[in-house]
Structures are given as structure tokens and as C-alpha cells.
């Protein structure tokens, strides 16, 4: 068997996975920039919104830093793999950019 990913065949964020007498190229983990292989600990650097965290790529939970993410009044944040989203309180809708009571 010739060993096709040698030469490095596939894009920037897929690796590739030799098989007999041939090969395929399998997308990175999203919590990588580059990869050498399948999941999360095998990432050549992690994404925005994610820190490497014994040997892996975690997400940030940008909810729980010291500074607020979601400043506005009335407001929630909840975490999203590599992000988050800032939504309205329950009770409270989303006008124009603003959350007011409902």
C-alpha cells in the first residue's frame, strides 16, 4: 500500500485517513484550525471561541468570564459551541435591538 497522505492530498481543514490502496480526507474537529487527525485533541491550533485545555481544544464559556459579554439591560447570555448569544430575560422581547417587557 502506498501511503497517499505522504504527500498531503487533502485541504486545510481535513486530514487525511490512508486506506488500502487508496485515501480520504475527513473534516477536522470545529473546534480546530488545522488538524492531524480525528477529534479535538488532534487540532494544530484551536478556533476562535475555543482554548486548548489538557492536550484538547474546550470551548470558552464566555458566560461565566469576569467581564459581561451581554451588557445590555433585560438581558441573558447563553453559551454556544466556540460562541454565544445574547438574548432576552424571560418575560422580556427583543425591540429594535432592545429588550422590553412583554
Same mark, same amino acid.
Given at each position: 500500500?502506498?501511503?497517499?497522505c505522504?504527500? #498531503?492530498?487533502?485541504?486545510?481543514?481535513?486530514?487525511?485517513?490512508?486506506?488500502?490502496? #487508496?485515501?480520504?480526507?475527513?473534516?477536522?474537529?470545529?473546534s480546530?484550525?488545522?488538524?492531524?487527525?480525528?477529534?479535538?485533541?488532534?487540532?494544530?491550533?484551536c478556533? #476562535?471561541?475555543?482554548?486548548?485545555?489538557?492536550?484538547?481544544?474546550?470551548?470558552?464559556?464566555?458566560?461565566?468570564?469576569?467581564e459581561?459579554?451581554?451588557?445590555?439591560?433585560?438581558?441573558?447570555?447563553?453559551n454556544? #459551541?466556540?460562541?454565544?448569544?445574547?438574548?432576552?430575560?424571560?418575560?422580556?422581547?427583543?425591540?429594535?435591538?432592545?429588550?422590553?417587557?412583554?
Amino acid at each position: 500500500d502506498l501511503d497517499e497522505c505522504a504527500a #498531503s492530498p487533502c485541504k486545510d481543514h481535513q486530514y487525511c485517513l490512508n486506506t488500502d490502496g #487508496s485515501f480520504s480526507c475527513k473534516a477536522c474537529d470545529a473546534s480546530c484550525v488545522g488538524c492531524t487527525g480525528e477529534g479535538s485533541e488532534k487540532c494544530k491550533t484551536c478556533a #476562535s471561541g475555543y482554548v486548548k485545555e489538557d492536550e484538547k481544544c474546550t470551548d470558552i464559556d464566555e458566560c461565566n468570564l469576569p467581564e459581561k459579554v451581554c451588557t445590555e439591560e433585560n438581558q441573558d447570555c447563553v453559551n454556544t #459551541s466556540g460562541s454565544y448569544k445574547c438574548v432576552c430575560s424571560e418575560g422580556f422581547e427583543d425591540k429594535d435591538g432592545t429588550c422590553v417587557q412583554t
